[in-house]
Antibody, heavy 118, light 108 residues
Framework: EVQLVESGGGLVPPGGSLRLSCVGS????????VHWVRQAPGKGPEYVSAISANGDSTHYANSVKGRFTISRDNSKNTLYLRMGGLRPDDTAVYYC???????????WGQGALVTVAS | EIVLTQSPGTLSLSPGERATLSCRASQSVSRIYLAWYQQKPGQAPRLLIY???NRATGIPDRFSGSGSGIDFTLTISRLEPEDFAVYYCQQYDTSHMYTFGQGTKLEI
């Protein structure tokens, strides 16, 4: 069974930093691109970032470029999102999602809530 | 950036009825880049349709997708109680960006 499990969410003040992790299991983690997608309360999902299967290619939404860094450790089947310069509008549930290879996301984690507030 | 607009915002129907959900793009989208998801409260989105008309693994055949260009449709032929949820369309563009619509809430 494919599983993605996020951790690391929490409350952080504006301007602060946080690192999210996502552990994948039940599939060959090192052969799939993986993504971060966030969803603010009551809103639709918003794409955040992607990393290729071997980690040599990354992409970011304009809203997080320069503040967030995506990375992965295939030896640990783990995806990371380092978030800095956090703003209140970064408050959301952050999901990791597996890229299907067909321009969509076929499996999602349960999400990690990040709240940016003083 | 391609903007996806979903309509209606809320659709009120009864079990057994047919649901038709619309997704309109601000510019043409290749069929292979269009997907649909279902989301229930407190859960992550679930992939229903990819490539505009292909059902994901395990998705019942009462769900179907169609469309091309800027207009895409998700149809649920006979609503089951578990189908009442929020539905999102999503597209990919060649600048490696994915965007989602704002959602259609399907309620009883």
């Amino acid at each position: 069974e494919v599983q993605l499990v996020e951790s690391g969410g929490g409350l952080v003040p504006p301007g602060g930093s946080l690192r999210l992790s996502c552990v994948g299991s039940g599939f060959a983690f090192n052969t799939y691109a993986v993504h971060w997608v966030r969803q603010a309360p009551g809103k639709g999902p918003e794409y955040v970032s992607a990393i290729s299967a071997n980690g040599d290619s990354t992409h970011y939404a304009n809203s997080v470029k320069g503040r967030f860094t995506i990375s992965r450790d295939n030896s640990k089947n783990t995806l990371y999102l380092r978030m800095g310069g956090l703003r209140p509008d970064d408050t959301a549930v952050y999901y990791c999602a597996r890229g299907s290879g067909l321009y969509c996301f076929d499996f999602w984690g349960q999400g990690a809530l990040v709240t940016v507030a003083s | 950036e391609i903007v996806l607009t979903q309509s209606p915002g809320t659709l009120s129907l009864s079990p057994g009825e047919r649901a038709t959900l619309s997704c309109r793009a601000s510019q043409s989208v290749s069929r292979i880049y269009l997907a649909w998801y279902q989301q229930k409260p407190g859960q992550a989105p679930r992939l229903l349709i990819y490539g505009a008309s292909n059902r994901a693994t395990g998705i019942p055949d009462r769900f179907s997708g169609s469309g091309s260009g800027i207009d895409f449709t998700l149809t649920i032929s006979r609503l089951e109680p578990e189908d009442f949820a929020v539905y999102y369309c999503q597209q990919y563009d060649t600048s490696h960006m994915y965007t989602f619509g704002q959602g259609t809430k399907l309620e009883i």
